[in-house]
Every structure is written in structure tokens, then in C-alpha cells.
């Protein structure tokens, strides 16, 4: 039982480039989300998912796209990468008995120059 | 809008009981919770109250006051292994939405 995997763990990027972070749960959780930490911050959401085939704005959407096309993946993409996008970024799911209990994955350290 | 304050720095010694203070002011709330995160790690749920009173879970308790909007996570026996950040926590009545607090950096010294 892997939980909530991402992928990569640490990924560069220049400016204007695109990239797709990946999410994988494997706990039959109908909730998935995306947030960003920046350094001495909380958690910000960006998008989420209340089930497969939906997804919602977060707090901060700007600049970024997600689809789940499978109820297991939550995919984050960067369409034109901006170094204010530089943050690491958390996947995160929960069972709709309880939402309020996020499982995170392990993270992925994003850095745009 | 949610609006959540907590102290951005505590530092308490090893035995001793710490209560880490979390206020907020939002336009819904559907309960608070507390996370615990280790630097470089994911954060990992700690509690959730959604009524008012406190919830015990072994050395870690929370608190909350819907009425005055606040809520606090006390942690008793510290230990080194408790030094991380704590980050508070409002859900949005809008089921999926989340507000975090900027998350409070323990210190436990020996």
C-alpha cells in the first residue's frame, strides 16, 4: 500500500517551459488536491478534485491546469513556467467519510530559473 | 474569505507542555484540524474538531471555540522528536476547500 506517490521529486525548469506533475493513490479516495508551500508559508490549494472527472479551483489557479481522468490520478500541469511558480508542491487525497484527514505525498521541489 | 493567525515561532523545553494558538475568521467553517510537519517532510494529520470543547489523543489535545473563533493544539511530555511546524486549519463549508494557517515552528530544546 504506497499511499499517495508523486512524481518527480525535484524537477528544474527555465522560464516559459511546460511540465505535468504526476499523483497516484492507491486508497480509493474520491477527494485529490493540489497545494504549494513557499518558504515560511502554509499550505496554499490550487486545484482540487471531488471525484474522477471534476475538478475546482483552489486559492491560487492561476497558471497552473489539472485533470482526473482516473479516480487513482490528479494531474498538475504548468503550461508556461514563471520563477514565482518556484515552490514545492503537494498532492493530496481524502475518503469522503472523511475529508477533513489529508493523506500528502512526499512532495515535489520545483524550481524555475 | 478565511482568515487564520497563529504564531509563526515557539520554543518550549523537553518535559514541558506547550499550547500553540491558532484564531481565524472565515466566511464558513465546517471544523479545524492540525497538521504536524518535519522539515523537508509532508505534513501528517494530528486532529479535527468540528464541535466545541477538547479532544484528547494521547500527549496532543485540541481545543476549540466556535463562538470566538479560535482553537488551540496542546502538546504535554515534549519531546525532541516534536520539534516541526503546526499548521492550523479551517474546512470550508464548500466540502474539498481548505484554508491553512502559515504554521507555527516548535522548538524543543533539552
Known amino acids: 500500500n504506497a499511499g499517495v506517490t508523486q512524481t518527480p521529486k525535484f524537477r528544474v525548469l527555465k522560464t516559459g517551459q511546460s511540465m505535468t506533475l504526476l499523483c497516484a493513490q492507491d486508497?480509493?479516495?474520491?477527494?485529490m488536491y493540489w497545494y504549494r508551500q513557499d518558504p515560511g508559508m502554509g499550505l496554499r490549494l490550487i486545484h482540487y478534485s471531488v471525484g474522477e472527472g471534476t475538478t475546482a479551483k483552489g486559492e491560487v489557479p492561476d497558471g497552473y491546469n489539472v485533470s482526473r481522468l482516473k479516480k487513482q490520478n490528479f494531474l498538475l500541469g504548468l503550461e508556461s513556467a514563471a520563477p514565482s511558480q518556484t515552490s514545492v508542491y503537494f498532492c493530496a487525497s481524502s475518503p469522503t467519510g472523511e475529508i477533513e484527514k489529508l493523506f500528502f505525498g512526499s512532495g515535489t521541489q520545483l524550481s524555475v530559473l | 474569505g478565511q482568515n487564520i493567525d497563529q504564531p509563526t515561532e515557539m520554543t518550549a523545553t523537553e518535559g514541558a507542555i506547550v499550547q500553540i494558538n491558532c484564531t481565524y475568521q472565515t466566511s464558513g467553517f465546517n471544523g479545524l484540524f492540525w497538521y504536524q510537519q518535519h522539515a523537508g517532510e509532508a505534513p501528517t494529520f494530528l486532529s479535527y474538531n468540528v464541535l466545541d470543547g477538547l479532544e484528547e489523543k494521547g500527549r496532543f489535545s485540541s481545543f476549540l471555540s466556535r463562538s470566538k473563533g479560535y482553537s488551540y493544539l496542546l502538546l504535554k511530555e515534549l519531546q525532541m522528536k516534536d520539534s516541526a511546524s503546526y499548521l492550523c486549519a479551517v474546512r470550508d463549508p464548500n466540502a474539498g476547500k481548505s484554508t491553512f494557517g502559515d504554521g507555527t515552528t516548535l522548538t524543543v530544546k533539552p
Open positions: 486508497m480509493n479516495h474520491e477527494y
